[in-house]
């Protein structure tokens, strides 16, 4: 049974002082997702949520609809200029994002701090 995805936005400072927006997932990532990934994404200020995190750590299952509202949500960031990373995907996911081609629109890291150092 698909558990609810819920999101949470926390804003951090990078270490070079840039304003970071971290998306935090939560929960398993379906078409039923949408709100909370694209909504949350979406509520975001375009004009000041240029450096974008999204955590991934406690996502357990990520379906093709899921994975299809991550890749709208990464178009939709690339179209308006902003940089997005990912963290906090199973070994499994990784593979998956990449596979699909996740990775020419966001850089896939282990760890948020492995990102954040990153950016």
Do not use: C
Request: net charge neutral; no cysteine; glycine share 6%.
């Amino acid at each position: 049974m698909q558990t609810e995805t819920k999101s949470r936005v926390d804003q951090l400072t990078s270490p070079a002082g840039h304003a970071v927006t971290v998306l935090r997932f939560e929960g398993d990532i379906a078409s039923t997702s949408k709100d909370a990934v694209l909504g949350a994404y979406q509520a975001q200020p375009k004009e000041t949520a240029k450096l974008i995190l999204l955590d991934f750590t406690k996502v357990e299952y990520i379906n093709s609809s899921g994975i299809a509202l991550v890749i709208q949500m990464l178009i939709e960031a690339s179209n308006s200029g902003q940089k997005v990373y990912a963290f906090g995907l199973s070994p499994h996911f990784t593979k998956v994002f990449t596979m699909v081609g996740i990775t020419k629109y966001a850089g896939l890291f282990p760890t948020q701090a492995e990102a954040i150092a990153a950016l």
